[in-house]
């Protein structure tokens, strides 16, 4: 680990000057922030600053929590029962079943281990790395054992920033996407795993990753929510409704499923992100503007967005797309919602444009925030409706 960190992005820094500690990743070696720019410095050239920025924080990662919640069945049983998700690991092993013979491949973040298994049933891979750092890890190795795959599967129960290989590989294989793609940011320990472990012409899957986003109709969110306080048991609660919206809404719907009759507009891609090329500190904001057109008529209550991600096959230009959107069976992640505080009106020909921007939090590396900025141009009505609105998920 030391020394392939040596060749990742590092800081230049002067004798007192302030950085904000974002992740002790070794011993050695930290990642910090400075000036707007993040980079890595040796942790002994520190002293004080990185201590008085986080010192009323135990573990910004919250690594025993997120390890904690992977260590018993019901998130794997909630993965492995995601038919969409899990086949399309399986299509794009199978599909480039012999360009994989004889290739070491890196499964980061492995769980039970169905992507190892798939890549030693599928294809004749020299040896597969199943890493997993949550406890689970124990009866990844029962599997593999039972399974007759020992020969093949190595499994290591180690996180990212700790792994020890023999060799570079030549594919890294993950299932790192959270909500809304970038929740609780395994991306980072994909990409440091990508800088020290994968050979330079080696294989990311998934390949790239996008970001969709459509206005959209939530007629049964907003009623139950915030209509609801208008005669509950023929009562005048209607003064409760401005507290309905700050409690309910405050924040994104993260387990929302939009139907595609609630669109107002075609979607949009948001972000479009190489995983070959991306840096680790582009994490930290990223941006993007969008423009809808509106198709019909209806009642604007908010935003939704989804993600997919593709995976590039190695010796053609075919791609296997998970899209988990509405227009494709239902995940696991399902959809976010984001709503708006005042629910609007608009019609066909209308234009709504503004800009979407994921920040990540700075203490809480696990967590970001979404600041979506909108206006409403409507030219049969000739007016203009502006707004913006931050949504933290989760801190």
């Known amino acids: 680990m030391e020394v392939a960190i040596r060749w990742l992005k590092k800081l230049s820094l002067s004798q007192g000057?302030?950085?904000?500690?974002?992740?002790?990743?070794?011993?050695?070696?930290?990642?910090?922030?400075?000036?707007?720019?993040c980079g890595y410095v040796p942790a002994n050239y520190l002293h004080g600053a990185c201590e008085e920025e986080d010192s009323d924080v135990d573990d910004p990662w919250q690594d025993e929590e997120y390890y904690g919640s992977y260590k018993t069945l019901k998130l794997h049983l909630e993965m492995l029962s995601d038919q969409p998700r899990t086949q399309s690991y399986r299509n794009v092993i199978m599909q480039n079943s012999q360009a994989l013979k004889g290739k070491r491949i890196l499964d980061l973040g492995c769980g039970t281990g169905i992507i190892s298994f798939f890549c030693a049933q599928l294809s004749e891979p020299e040896v597969v790395y199943a890493v997993e750092a949550s406890d689970i890890v124990e009866q990844t190795r029962k599997l593999?054992?039972?399974?007759?795959?020992?020969?093949?599967?190595?499994?290591?129960?180690?996180?990212?920033?700790?792994?020890?290989?023999?060799?570079?590989?030549?594919?890294?294989?993950?299932?790192?996407?959270?909500?809304?793609?970038?929740?609780?940011?395994?991306l980072e320990s994909v990409l440091l795993a990508r800088d020290l472990w994968l050979k330079e012409d080696g294989v990311m899957w998934p390949s790239t990753a996008r970001i969709h986003m459509v206005p959209c109709c939530a007629d049964r969110e907003y009623s139950s929510r915030v209509h609801f306080w208008d005669s509950p048991y023929g009562l005048n609660f209607s003064s409760l409704k401005p507290m309905a919206v700050q409690e309910f809404f405050s924040t994104p719907k993260p387990d929302y499923v939009l139907k595609p009759e609630d669109c107002l507009s075609q979607p949009c891609t948001?972000?479009?992100?190489?995983?070959?090329?991306?840096?680790?500190?582009?994490?930290?904001?990223?941006?993007?503007?969008?423009?809808?057109?509106?198709?019909?008529?209806?009642?604007?209550?908010?935003?939704?967005?989804?993600?997919?991600?593709?995976?590039?096959?190695?010796?053609?230009?075919?791609?296997?797309d998970l899209d988990t959107g509405p227009f494709n069976p239902l995940t696991h992640w399902k959809h976010t919602l984001f709503m708006?505080?005042?629910?609007?009106?608009?019609?066909t020909g209308d234009k709504i444009a503004g800009s979407a921007v994921f920040t990540r939090n700075p203490i809480w590396r696990r967590h970001l925030s979404v600041t979506i900025t909108w206006s409403i141009t409507s030219p049969s009505q000739n007016t203009e409706q502006n707004g913006c609105k931050v949504f933290p998920i989760w801190r």
């Open 340 to 347: 708006l505080d005042q629910p609007m009106q608009v019609r």
């Open 17 to 37: 000057d302030k950085v904000l500690l974002l992740n002790a990743v070794t011993g050695e070696w930290w990642w910090v922030e400075h000036n707007g720019h």
């Open 270 to 320: 948001l972000l479009d992100v190489n995983l070959k090329t991306i840096k680790i500190e582009a994490l930290e904001r990223m941006s993007s503007e969008f423009q809808f057109h509106v198709d019909c008529d209806g009642t604007f209550h908010g935003l939704t967005a989804w993600f997919s991600v593709q995976f590039q096959n190695i010796d053609s230009q075919e791609q296997v």
């Open 144 to 186: 593999v054992e039972e399974n007759g795959y020992s020969r093949v599967i190595q499994v290591l129960g180690q996180r990212a920033e700790e792994l020890q290989l023999p060799t570079k590989v030549d594919v890294l294989v993950s299932e790192w996407m959270g909500t809304c793609l970038l929740f609780e940011f395994m």
